[in-house]
C-alpha cells in the first residue's frame, strides 16, 4: 500500500532563518505531488504541484520554493524566513492529475 | 472566480440530523469530485470521491453531482459528534479546494 511521510511534524524557527520541508512517497512510481499551506482558520492554499522529476509548477509567487530530485521526494525552502510564512504545510499526492489525493501529516511552523 | 465555492457556514445540526453541504465549481470540463474531513490541527483525509452524475452513498454519506448545474453536495445522515469537523470540497484542476464548512454536531 501507499503512504506518505512528512516531517518535522512541528517547527518554530527565527524570523530569517533557512527552511527545509521534507515529504516523500512509498509504495507507488511517478506520483503527482503537492505543497499546501493552510493559514489558521483559512483554506488550503496551493504552493506548488509536480508531475514529475524536476517539474515544478508554482502557483504563489512568494518566499518558498519547491524541489522534486527524486520521483518520490518533494521539499519545500525557503532562504529567508518571513513572519508570515507560518502556518501548517502539508504534502500530498494523487496517481494522476485527476485523481484523488492523499495528504501527509502535516508540519506545523511558527516562525518568531 | 475562485474554482471551487462552498456555503461558508458554519454549520451546527442536532445529533442524529442530516448535515447538508454544498459546493459549485467555475471548470466544466472537471470530471471528479471529492470530499475530505480536517479534523482541527489534522491533515485533511479524503471520504468521497464521485465521478458521474447522480448520487453515491457509503456508510452514513451520500454524494450527489450535477454537471450540468456544476454543483456537487455532501449528506451526513444520522450525524454524531464524532462528525464534527470541516469539510472541504475539491476538484482535480491542480486540486483545487473550496474554503471548506465546518460542520458541529451538537449531542
Known amino acids: 500500500s501507499q503512504t506518505i511521510h512528512q516531517w518535522p511534524a512541528t517547527l518554530v524557527q527565527p524570523v530569517g532563518s533557512p527552511l527545509s520541508l521534507e515529504c516523500t512517497v512509498e509504495?507507488?512510481?511517478?506520483?503527482?505531488l503537492y505543497w499546501y499551506r493552510q493559514a489558521a482558520g483559512r483554506g488550503l492554499q496551493l504552493l506548488f504541484y509536480?508531475?514529475?522529476?524536476?517539474?515544478i509548477s508554482s502557483e504563489v509567487p512568494q518566499n518558498l520554493s519547491a524541489s522534486r530530485p527524486q520521483d518520490r521526494q518533494f521539499i519545500l525552502s525557503s532562504k529567508k524566513l518571513l513572519l508570515s510564512d507560518s502556518g501548517f504545510y502539508l504534502c500530498?499526492?494523487?496517481?494522476?492529475?485527476?485523481?484523488?489525493?492523499?495528504f501527509g501529516q502535516g508540519t506545523r511552523l511558527t516562525v518568531v | 472566480q475562485k474554482e471551487v465555492e462552498q456555503n461558508s457556514g458554519p454549520l451546527s445540526v442536532p445529533e442524529g440530523a442530516i448535515a447538508s453541504l454544498n459546493c459549485t465549481y467555475s471548470?466544466?470540463?472537471?470530471?471528479?469530485f471529492f470530499w475530505y474531513r480536517q479534523y482541527s490541527g489534522k491533515s485533511p483525509e479524503l471520504i468521497m470521491s464521485?465521478?458521474?452524475?447522480g448520487d453515491k452513498e457509503d456508510g452514513r454519506f451520500t454524494a450527489q453531482l450535477n454537471k450540468a448545474s456544476q454543483y456537487v453536495s455532501l449528506l451526513i445522515r444520522d450525524s454524531q459528534p464524532s462528525d464534527s469537523a470541516t469539510y472541504l470540497c475539491?476538484?482535480?484542476?491542480?486540486?483545487?479546494f473550496g474554503a471548506g464548512t465546518t460542520v458541529t454536531v451538537r449531542a
Open positions: 500530498a499526492w494523487s496517481v494522476t492529475a485527476s485523481t484523488e489525493a492523499f
Open positions: 509504495g507507488t512510481s511517478n506520483p503527482n
Open positions: 509536480s508531475v514529475g522529476i524536476g517539474q
Open positions: 471548470d466544466r470540463v472537471s470530471q471528479s
Open positions: 464521485i465521478y458521474s452524475n
Open positions: 475539491a476538484v482535480p484542476s491542480k486540486l483545487s
